[in-house]
């Protein structure tokens, strides 16, 4: 059912700064912009083991969704003295919405005494890392609109949009012997849909009676979730209920590549990378 195809895909899409209140959460600064890679906040809680920050907000985009976390420093001073985490992961709690900012601080003189709660402190996102999962993840995107545009009218179920095997897995059926000719199909849809050059549009839907309409077979299987966050790459495709990161037109994610089309596990599962 669609119900159970859904949560896979679109696990983070809901908008926690829009329908939330809550002394704990952390609001999501790049659900605004996806391409806001310095900001300020503040540390809500902390840990030397493992080491760990929630912030009041943040810039850093966690796993999830079929996307990689991001990378960076947050760097802060307590009196005279300064500090720096590395981040090298994050985590979504959904239940609290706060973020888990995991990784290193390069100082030795933190000690489990010292309380860094309230300390201001300077987020600052790899931008290389960022830009590529956008492009990956929006390439993605991009791939449904094309498979629909070919007449493969699929629902997609999944999306992987890590560097090293991105993929869009839908439920559907491609003969073995049309595969070849589909992948050259949908990688040329896709050089066009990018050459046109398309505004990625982002939206957030407080009527959840308006998802069935916007989304078409991509809406969430509840209609009473409030706060949806929908993007949409291509204006003639459905809006995509999405927490991720994306570029801003679809010209930056530059060539797509469509590597394979397979059944795996009663899937069909369509491989694809970006050119340099």
């Given at each position: 059912?669609?119900?159970?195809?859904?949560?896979?895909?679109?696990?983070a899409?809901?908008?926690?700064?829009?329908?939330?209140?809550?002394?704990?959460?952390?609001?999501?600064?790049?659900?605004?912009?996806s391409?806001?890679?310095?900001?300020?906040s503040?540390?809500?809680r902390?840990?030397?083991?493992?080491?760990?920050?929630?912030?009041?907000?943040?810039?850093?985009?966690?796993?999830?969704?079929?996307?990689?976390s991001?990378?960076g420093?947050v760097?802060g001073?307590?009196?005279?003295?300064?500090?720096?985490?590395?981040?090298?992961?994050?985590?979504?709690?959904?239940e609290t919405?706060e973020?888990?900012?995991?990784?290193?601080?390069?100082?030795?003189?933190?000690?489990?005494?010292?309380?860094?709660?309230g300390?201001?402190?300077?987020l600052?996102v790899d931008e290389?890392?960022?830009?590529l999962?956008?492009?990956?993840?929006?390439?993605?995107?991009?791939?449904d609109?094309?498979?629909?545009?070919?007449?493969?009218?699929?629902?997609?179920t999944?999306?992987?949009?890590?560097?090293?095997?991105?993929?869009?897995?839908?439920i559907?059926?491609?003969?073995?012997?049309?595969?070849?000719?589909?992948?050259?199909?949908?990688?040329q849809?896709?050089a066009?849909l990018?050459?046109?050059g398309h505004?990625?549009?982002?939206m957030?839907?407080?009527?959840?009676s308006?998802l069935?309409?916007?989304?078409?077979?991509l809406a969430?299987?509840?209609?009473?979730?409030?706060?949806?966050?929908l993007?949409?790459?291509?204006?003639s495709?459905?809006?995509?209920?999405?927490?991720?990161?994306?570029?801003k037109?679809?010209r930056?994610?530059?060539e797509?590549?469509?590597?394979a089309?397979k059944?795996?596990?009663?899937?069909?599962?369509?491989?694809?990378?970006?050119?340099?």
């Open positions: 059912t669609l119900a159970e195809r859904w949560p896979a895909h679109h696990e899409a809901l908008h926690p700064n829009r329908f939330m209140m809550g002394s704990s959460m952390t609001e999501r600064l790049y659900l605004e912009d391409y806001r890679l310095v900001a300020k503040s540390i809500l902390w840990s030397l083991s493992p080491p760990s920050l929630v912030l009041l907000s943040t810039i850093f985009h966690p796993q999830g969704g079929g996307q990689p991001d990378v420093e760097q001073r307590l009196g005279e003295k300064e500090f720096t985490f590395t981040v090298t992961s994050c985590k979504l709690d959904k919405q973020v888990t900012h995991e990784g290193s601080f390069r100082e030795d003189w933190l000690q489990d005494d010292v309380d860094l709660a300390a201001e402190v300077e600052r290389g890392k960022r830009r999962h956008a492009r990956l993840h929006s390439a993605g995107h991009l791939m609109a094309a498979m629909f545009n070919c007449g493969y009218k699929f629902v997609p999944k999306g992987y949009h890590f560097p090293d095997a991105p993929c869009v897995e839908y559907g059926q491609i003969p073995p012997e049309e595969r070849a000719l589909a992948c050259e199909r949908v990688q849809e896709c066009r990018i050459q046109e505004e990625v549009q982002v957030t839907v407080e009527d959840p308006s069935p309409e916007l989304c078409g077979p969430p299987p509840s209609t009473e979730q409030r706060g949806m966050r993007v949409r790459v291509v204006g495709y459905w809006w995509c209920p999405c927490g991720g990161t994306h570029v037109d679809v930056e994610i530059g797509i590549k469509v590597t089309i059944i795996k596990r009663g899937v069909l599962k369509v491989s694809y990378n970006l050119g340099d």
